[in-house]
């Protein structure tokens, strides 16, 4: 998921050049961060809250953020955590 200065966001499948755009879009101030994750929300099972019911639930951009790796431009570099 890649997603704008002004919130905007836009999910895309995994590859390689997906990644690249992302990481290019960071660099240059085209996107604000990007996100790579599998499911956008936690499984609610055994007791546990839903998704949007948990701490790390963003509203903004409907996901689970402590299941995702996101993307941002520190100083001249993009870091991913």
Known sequence: MSVKP???NLSTEWSDD?????LTGVQTGILQA???F??????AC???PKAQD?????AALSL???Q???CTRQGSAVTCR
């Open 46 to 48: 055994c007791g546990r």
């Open 64 to 66: 689970s953020k402590d």
């Open 38 to 43: 599998n499911v956008r929300e936690a499984f």
């Open 68 to 70: 995702a790796i996101s």
């Open 54 to 58: 948990r701490p790390d639930w963003d």
């Open 34 to 36: 990007y996100y790579k």
């Open 18 to 22: 997906n990644e690249e755009a992302a």
């Open 6 to 8: 002004n919130g905007d």
